[in-house]
Nanobody, 115 residues
């Protein structure tokens, strides 16, 4: 069974930076998509960024130019570098794995941007 473990969330001031990490364990097909979604209170979960095992990325317009997604295939780990954070980036961030079978989700990590 595949599991995703996220780390790196927290409280940061506007304009600050955070780096999220998500490590996948278990039996993982080598061709897959890993990424990040977020959900703010009272809102639907939305795409932040995804990256394929071949390195192709898809970044939401709302974070383009501020967030960078990367991955280490040898470690089955995906990273989200978040710079120039804004209060509207406050949300629970969920790691996601898309491969054969149902999508897999992490437990979520809280990111709060506030002064």
């Amino acid at each position: 069974q595949v599991q995703l473990v996220e780390s790196g969330g927290g409280l940061v001031q506007p304009g600050g930076s955070l780096r999220l990490s998500c490590a996948a364990s278990g039996s993982i097909f080598r061709i897959n998509v890993m990424g990040w979604y977020r959900q703010a209170p009272g809102k639907q979960r939305e795409l932040v960024a995804t990256i394929t095992s071949g390195g192709n990325t898809n970044i939401a317009d709302s974070v383009k130019g501020r967030f960078t997604i990367s991955r280490d295939n040898a470690k089955n780990t995906v990273y989200l570098q978040m710079n120039s954070l804004k209060p509207e980036d406050t949300a629970v961030y969920y790691c996601n794995l898309q491969t054969l079978g149902p999508w897999v989700w992490g437990q979520g990590t809280q990111v709060t941007v506030s002064s």
